[in-house]
């Protein structure tokens, strides 16, 4: 073969090498992975910030407590350039009476004077705090907007962060639709279950669906069920989103809050009966594994046994 | 005692107390030490938001490597709004020959197209990165300012972020001046240092110190006995921030140069017998702890043993 038809067949490979990672990038589900992970990330450094920010405030106003972080940086902001100043403090906080309790707080505090440059660095600190919480606002609304596109039926039964979560932790629509039920209610929790599988501790009931109301709120004895319940329709759903792209949602809803009903209609066992129903199933189930037939805190057990 | 006596007895009581509690503050310290743990968490979160920026990006412009965050953030935020266009890109980088590089893998990539609404998720983050430094620049500012006013004999000989970080590990002032050589010098290598008493791993050489460019750059065999030099004279220098205020760093800087000429010059022993030497002693210091006598990779055994 020539040399130059050689360079050529290369070329044509080269080029359609590059199409098809461009085409496997086209879906959006890729830029809604790197936009919930960086909120889940963002929102790590927000907390921390806040709480550093409270504590460094409290050594010039330790009697003053505010536990929303942008009112604290707000509020700090507003009385390191003005002082203990109502207007100011009143704009900060949008709550006259709580100013008014503040600036009593402010003007007999016990602690550090604030000095003009340590008033400047207070004051660039709550700023990042702010602006840590408009990025936030910003993610939320993309992510908000993607996942109703991506997963209209997920987002509708659960809600939009809930979806992404998933859809992170799985990497890829396609994985994560092909997932069975009971891996979707534990997608989050590997951690535990795997202390499950090597150490024989109780297996975990839920990973990120423990952030759906439903489940946090329920019953301690009926919060697995309702977690399964959610997992077996969300598989549903995903299948919908990835493959037939229908929107069946209403009807998964509805057939979903008349599973929840039942479960909650069901009368619950005794502690005591649950207890021993789970440590004779799961001896059984755990014959042959590492740590098996310890029991209950068989990891625990194992961890100490040196 | 007639009740009014009691209650103004009690009043003059909380109120010195309260002064006591004021004047404990008043020392700077204490904003140093919160400014400072300000930093090295925002630290944290920015380098942890410039990956995922770059993660992010990465699927639109796979072909562009920016190893500095600022760099990527601005270029980010430039593409974002008006694409490949070679003004703002040169504007964003600050260097010709770069943007023109840029532009060009940018006009051919074969990453995914980016829609407008993930442009402004992106920009948003980006901006979200920017702030993070400026917040950082302020915060540095800041400790440069009051590490040299708390301890201006330690920031000589070491530099603002060092002494104050020492500061912070610390506590205060007090219990860093009153702390021995050895204890300086391992300050920060706290879970090294109950590795090797619980297991008898290789004890640590220093912690907070080898962020020392002396102690960096050094030859491996010396690293430890450069730091250690460090520690007798940031000691010294402690002692005459906290109870002299004296200046005396410059004589202190003077000596400490000669004392690493001394340790540079001193031939360095093979390695064998160094580990000989190392292994002799430590068997002799360690026995009757727990892991003894197990020589080097103590630790590891006595991890795998269970």
Known sequence: MPKKGIEEIRERMLQSAKAGITSAY?????ALIQAVNAYMETDKSYNLAYERLSEWYGIYYPEIRISSPESLAKLAIAMSNNGADAGSIERALGNAAKAEEVKKKAESTIGRKMEADEATAVTGFANQVLS?????????LYINGAAKRV?????YLTDHMIAAELLSRAGSMERLATMPAGTVQLL?????????????????????LFKLPEVTNAQREIKGR???????KICIALKADYFSKNFIAEGLKKSLSESLKRIKEKPIKPKEEMRRDFDRGYQGKMQGRRGAGRGRGGWKQGYRKR
């Open 151 to 155: 997963m209209p039926n997920t987002t």
């Open 132 to 140: 840590t919480a408009k990025a936030l606002g910003e993610l939320d």
């Open 26 to 30: 086209k879906s959006e589900e890729y």
């Open 188 to 208: 989050g929790a590997e951690k535990a279950l795997f202390k499950h599988i090597k150490f024989g501790s109780r297996p975990p009931k839920y990973g990120i």
């Open 226 to 232: 309702i977690a399964r319940a959610y997992a077996t």
